[in-house]
């Protein structure tokens, strides 16, 4: 899996969620989005899933899939790699 796409999926996250205070080395590959990870919000999510779509040609067909995906960066690459359009 590309660390490239990691990194960008940080950047991306950071821009498109407003995290002014944080910055993309902060964020490791396997920390938590949610919760006491990045602490990131049920808002943040459909923010994410847009992102998917509008970034990647990404749709999720079952917004529940969205808990696994997003766990952290490196499930949100491993997805995006199986699914990219």
């Keep these: 899996m590309s660390s490239d796409l990691k990194?960008?999926?940080?950047?991306?996250?950071i821009e498109q969620l407003n995290l002014e205070d944080v910055t993309a080395a902060e964020i490791a590959d396997n920390d938590p989005l949610f919760g006491d990870g990045l602490g990131l919000d049920s808002i943040d999510a459909l923010e994410l899933i847009v992102m998917l779509d509008k970034d990647y040609g990404i749709k999720l067909a079952d917004p529940k899939e969205g808990r696994k995906i997003f766990e952290s960066i490196d499930t949100m690459a491993a997805f995006?790699?199986?699914?990219?359009a």
């Design 80 to 84: 995006i790699s199986a699914n990219k």
């Design 7 to 13: 990194q960008e999926l940080k950047e991306k996250i």
